[in-house]
Nanobody
Framework: QVHLVESGGGLVQAGGSLRLSCAAS????????VGWFRQAPGKERESVAVITWTGTRTDYRDSVSGRFIISRDNAKSTVDLQMSSLKPEDTAVYYC???????????????WGLGTQVTVSS
């Protein structure tokens, strides 16, 4: 079993920055990929960024590429998401998930955190 806990959400003005962190514990040896996903009210869950557990490969959805950076801290067993130039449309609950396959398809992930709210005001 893998346990994931997100932190770092909050309220920020458009153009601002936030850093989210996902702390993993338990059977982390079973993790191959960690992804950040988000879900806004009334919308389907969507990918934001994914990274291999080794930190060697990343992928981003087009709308956040160049603004968000996903990274892996091996010493802390965390995966961070640095978000810059935030827009109101980035407002959502952000979830961290772990899985075995390098994909942006959220249904392929096995373990999920409870999420953290990110609100961007205009």
């Amino acid at each position: 079993q893998v346990h994931l806990v997100e932190s770092g959400g909050g309220l920020v003005q458009a153009g601002g920055s936030l850093r989210l962190s996902c702390a993993a514990s338990g059977r982390t040896s079973s993790i191959s990929v960690v992804g950040w996903f988000r879900q806004a009210p009334g919308k389907e869950r969507e990918s934001v960024a994914v990274i291999t557990w080794t930190g060697t490969r990343t992928d981003y959805r087009d709308s956040v590429s160049g603004r968000f950076i996903i990274s892996r801290d091996n010493a802390k067993s965390t995966v961070d998401l640095q978000m810059s130039s935030l827009k109101p449309e980035d407002t959502a609950v952000y979830y961290c998930a772990a899985g075995r396959f390098f994909t942006q398809e959220w249904k392929m992930y096995d373990y999920w955190g409870l999420g953290t709210q990110v609100t961007v005001s205009s």
